[in-house]
């Protein structure tokens, strides 16, 4: 089945510094992938998503490259604010179904001034 | 983007009582979602919903009940709460390709 594997936490950052949280993914077929964000005692944000190989999806600074090759979707980011602290989610979404989503278990970003 | 309510956004109740979360989202989605959020974050799809009197339990097993009479609207039952129901319940609902989240609801069982 799909699955979806992101780099455990927490990672603690000091602001102005370089993000990467690793993402790697199992699925059939040709799913869509995206990056959704958590802040404290709030739902999941969707931050950014790509639709195939090689799209690449950005919002507020965010980047992340859907590369089939390496079945990975990092999420980057040049400079990290302290309110970028929050709970970051990789999941896949294969199409058909129901759109089930498979979400990775969460990685925790802590971002000191 | 998709506009999801969910309410109440804390509750605090007894053991032995029967609660309805209410989620409802203004986009016209067919495809609505319900998940439980572990301390640890990890989130488990419970229930699902096709469109309207369709509905389906989900990947983890959960005591609670959903009805889906209107589009907008899939709200989720616990018949008899317990503690090991305390959680964060998620709503979503989705068009082609994209989950939409509400901003939760925070489940305290005494």
């Known amino acids: 089945g799909d699955s979806v594997t992101q780099m455990e936490g927490p990672v603690t950052l000091s602001e102005e510094a370089c993000l990467t949280i690793?993402?790697?993914?199992?699925?059939?077929?040709?799913?869509?992938l995206f990056w959704y964000v958590q802040y404290p005692g709030e739902g999941l944000q969707l931050l950014l998503k790509?639709?195939?190989?090689?799209d690449k999806g950005s919002n507020k600074g965010f980047e992340a490259t859907y590369r089939k090759e390496t079945t990975s979707f990092h999420l980057e980011k040049g400079s990290v604010q302290v309110s970028d602290s929050a709970v970051y989610f990789c999941?896949?979404?294969?199409?058909?179904?129901?759109?089930?989503?498979?979400f990775g278990t969460g990685t925790k970003l802590q971002v000191i001034p | 983007e998709a506009d999801i309510y969910q309410t109440p956004r804390y509750l605090v109740i007894g053991t032995g009582k029967k609660i309805t979360l209410e989620c409802s989202q203004t986009m016209g989605h067919d495809k609505m979602y319900w998940y439980q959020q572990d301390p640890g974050m990890e989130l488990h799809l419970i229930h699902y919903s096709y469109g309207v009197n369709s509905t389906e339990k989900g990947d983890l097993s959960s005591e609670s009940t959903v009805s889906r009479i209107r589009t907008e609207h899939f709200p989720l039952t616990l018949e008899s709460a317990r503690p090991s129901h305390t959680s964060q319940y998620l709503c979503?609902?989705?068009?082609?390709?994209?989950?939409?989240f509400g901003p939760g609801t925070r489940l305290l069982v005494l």
């Open positions: 790509a639709t195939k190989a090689d």
């Open positions: 979503a609902s989705s068009e082609v390709g994209t989950q939409y």
């Open positions: 999941a896949l979404m294969n199409s058909g179904g129901y759109q089930k989503v498979t």
């Open positions: 690793n993402c790697t993914y199992t699925a059939t077929g040709y799913p869509s």
